[in-house]
């Protein structure tokens, strides 16, 4: 008996010294907001309407989450190369480019920072103001990073992602039309390679128009110069003759004035004579 009480002993004790158990730790997680798939996404850019003045719409918000992402800024910093995508194909097709990395160009005309309170977690935006030369069009551009500063008037380059294209009213009432991009930050100075591209363009053109009106001038003035030059031998001779009738009329009136003059003299002497003989007369 005292042998199988000890037998118990050793099987009891270390199970009532054993450790109770313990469920698996779980480690506490900061939450994380999980971006919707490329079905959801394509879903609210399918809602997203054109044409309208405001901009606040879900995918508006869903890209500005987006584009702070390192999946967005490696696909940004791959288009960044890419030639600019014109306005005029923006607006008139928003539908083919809306969710997808553009690239667009235009003058800096006005730079604003502003927070939406209903999104905080957004925090600070920056958004600029870009003129397209050639045309009306204003391209709206939100950056959730602010950009380097730079002054008013300057050709700006940005890469970014294309929203919607919309209407907007200027400060004196007017409207016009224009396009959202949304972007992380990436916003240059255009390359000196496109500004001189454009600028040796307008000039090869305006010194086209001026080798042209060049070439213009010089041959109203060659044509001129040639007839003046086939008139001349006929009108200098007789120019000449002229002349010279004149001064030898005028010299041969001067050289026989004496010849008429003493004519005169001569006939009033003769005339006295006969005078003095019919006077001397015998009657």
């Not at 490329?38 to 606040?56: L, P």
């Not at 999946?71 to 607006?91: G, H």
């Not at 209407?167 to 396009?179: C, K, L, Y």
Request: aromatic residues 6%; charged residues 25%.
């Amino acid at each position: 008996m005292k042998r199988w009480w000890s037998v118990i002993a050793w099987v009891i004790l270390p199970a009532s010294c054993a450790s109770p158990p313990v469920s698996p730790v779980q480690e506490w997680a900061a939450p994380v907001r999980t971006e919707p798939g490329a079905t959801a996404a394509r879903e609210m850019f399918d809602q997203v309407v054109d044409g309208t003045f405001s901009f606040d719409d879900e995918a508006f918000y869903w890209l500005c989450a987006h584009a702070r992402s390192s999946a967005a800024r490696q696909e940004l910093l791959a288009a960044a190369s890419e030639s600019s995508t014109p306005i005029r194909q923006l607006m008139e097709r928003p539908a083919d480019f809306r969710g997808r990395p553009v690239v667009v160009e235009g003058v800096l005309r006005s730079r604003e920072e502003y927070e939406i309170r209903a999104r905080p977690e957004l925090g600070r935006l920056t958004q600029l103001e870009l003129s397209v030369p050639g045309s009306h069009a204003i391209v709206t551009i939100v950056c959730m990073e602010q950009p380097a500063r730079m002054p008013i008037g300057l050709p700006v380059r940005a890469t970014g992602y294309f929203l919607k294209s919309r209407m907007f009213r200027t400060a004196d009432g007017q409207s016009g039309a224009g396009v959202v991009v949304v972007t992380n930050g990436m916003v240059s100075v255009a390359s000196t390679s496109d500004r001189t591209a454009e600028r040796s363009s307008g000039v090869s053109m305006a010194s086209e128009r001026w080798v042209v009106l060049a070439v213009a001038v010089l041959l109203v003035a060659w044509l001129g110069l040639r007839r003046r030059v086939r008139q001349s031998p006929r009108l200098m001779p007789a120019a000449r003759d002229a002349r010279t009738t004149s001064d030898t009329v005028g010299a041969n009136d001067r050289d026989f004035e004496w010849m008429h003059t003493s004519s005169t003299d001569q006939g009033a002497g003769s005339s006295h004579r006969a005078s003095d003989s019919a006077s001397r007369r015998p009657s």
